[in-house]
């Protein structure tokens, strides 16, 4: 069993920056892809970003590219997410994730954990 916990959150301004940061407990995260996702209210989770498990490659959804950097220190057993520019179309709930098959996809299923997730508010 892994536990993540998020933090980092708030209410900021557009072209603000925020880093979130994901915890985990219970195991060690050096062998897991992990993810950060996001969901506004009545909209569905989507994808923002992942990491392989040795951080040498990125993924980011269109929307953010540029702007988010997703990083980890295996060492501290914490990913982060770094958001610059902030839009208020990025406000939302935002949930760190890891894929224990080492793989990760887009895709929110293809994650086995997730965390309580970290509110993010964008004022325009």
């Known amino acids: 069993q892994v536990q993540l916990v998020e933090s980092g959150g708030g209410l900021v301004q557009a072209g603000d920056s925020l880093r979130l940061s994901c915890a985990a407990s219970?195991?060690?995260?050096?062998?897991?892809?992990m993810g950060w996702f996001r969901q506004a209210p009545g909209k569905e989770r989507e994808f923002v970003a992942r990491?392989?498990?040795?951080?040498?490659?990125?993924y980011y959804a269109d929307s953010v590219k540029g702007r988010f950097t997703i990083s980890r220190d295996n060492a501290k057993n914490t990913v982060y997410l770094q958001m610059n520019s902030l839009r208020p179309e990025d406000t939302a709930v935002y949930y760190c994730?890891?894929?224990?098959?080492?793989?990760?996809?887009?895709?929110?299923?293809?994650?086995?954990?997730w965390g309580q997730g970290t509110q993010v508010t964008v004022s325009s």
């Open positions: 994730a890891a894929d224990r098959g080492g793989l990760g996809t887009n895709w929110a299923a293809s994650y086995d954990y």
């Open positions: 219970g195991r060690t995260l050096s062998g897991y892809v």
């Open positions: 990491i392989t498990s040795s951080g040498a490659t990125t």
